[in-house]
């Protein structure tokens, strides 16, 4: 069966410190991987998205990088972490989209 | 930039009421996909619609897709307390099937 894997699932981290988050998936090959921030309540936002190992797409400008060096890892990481990077961080991947994407579940970052 | 809006932003019902939630946006999408998501976890897919005029049912649910493929709508008859959550509409873009733009979300809470 396929699943995926995201931690942690809760981090409080100081400004100016350093962020890695990780995201494994299990029981697929080659799927399409993202990052979404999800603000309290509310829609996401796509931060990054992965179609294959190394090919990293950023969706807006921000204090964060992904990569993927590995065919089913995720990463996302910061050198140093701000405020507004605070939120609730969600890895997705999807084989066939008609199938909808697959979220873990998920990390609540706060910077403080 | 694609941005779907989502109508209400907040819905408190009692038990065994009928709602209804929009989401609409000015861009046209390839499918368009409903997804459910409880406090602390990531959101699950409910249904995948692709037809401009579909209609889906999922038990007390039905999901419709616009004519233009521009907005949907999600119905619910006899709300019960289990259908409390986050209801999010997401949408493909022509070419992009592989990145979903997230709706700005609502949040149903259903009372006994």
């Known amino acids: 069966s396929q699943t995926i894997h995201q931690w942690p699932a809760t981090l409080v981290q100081p400004v100016g410190s350093p962020l890695s988050l990780e995201c494994t998936v299990e029981?697929?090959?080659?799927?399409?991987l993202y990052w979404y921030r999800q603000a309290a309540g509310r829609g996401l936002q796509l931060l990054f998205y992965?179609?294959?190992?190394?090919?990293i797409s950023s969706e807006v400008p921000q204090n964060l990088s992904a990569s993927r060096p590995q065919d089913r890892q995720f990463i996302l990481s910061s050198k140093k972490l701000l405020l507004s990077d605070s939120g609730f961080y969600l890895c997705?991947?999807?084989?066939?989209?008609?199938?909808?994407?697959?979220f873990g579940s998920g990390t609540r970052l706060t910077v403080v | 930039t694609q941005l779907l809006e989502q109508s209400p932003q907040f819905l408190s019902i009692q038990e065994g009421e009928n709602l209804t939630v929009y989401c609409n946006s000015s861009?046209?999408?390839?499918?368009l996909q409903w997804y459910r998501q409880e406090p602390g976890e990531g959101p699950v897919l409910l249904v995948t619609?692709?037809?401009?005029?579909e209609v889906k049912k999922l038990k007390r649910l039905t999901f419709q897709f616009g004519d233009a493929r521009k907005d949907s709508s999600l119905h619910i008859t006899a709300a019960q307390p289990g259908d409390t959550g986050l209801y999010l509409c997401?949408?493909?873009?022509?070419?992009?099937?592989?990145?979903?733009?997230f709706g700005t979300g609502t949040r149903l809470q259903v009372t006994l």
């Open positions: 997705a991947y999807t084989r066939d989209f008609f199938y909808g994407y697959t």
């Open positions: 029981g697929t090959s080659n799927p399409n």
């Open positions: 992965s179609v294959g190992i190394g090919q």
């Open positions: 861009s046209v999408f390839s499918s």
């Open positions: 619609v692709v037809t401009g005029g």
């Open positions: 997401a949408g493909a873009g022509a070419g992009t099937a592989s990145k979903l733009t």
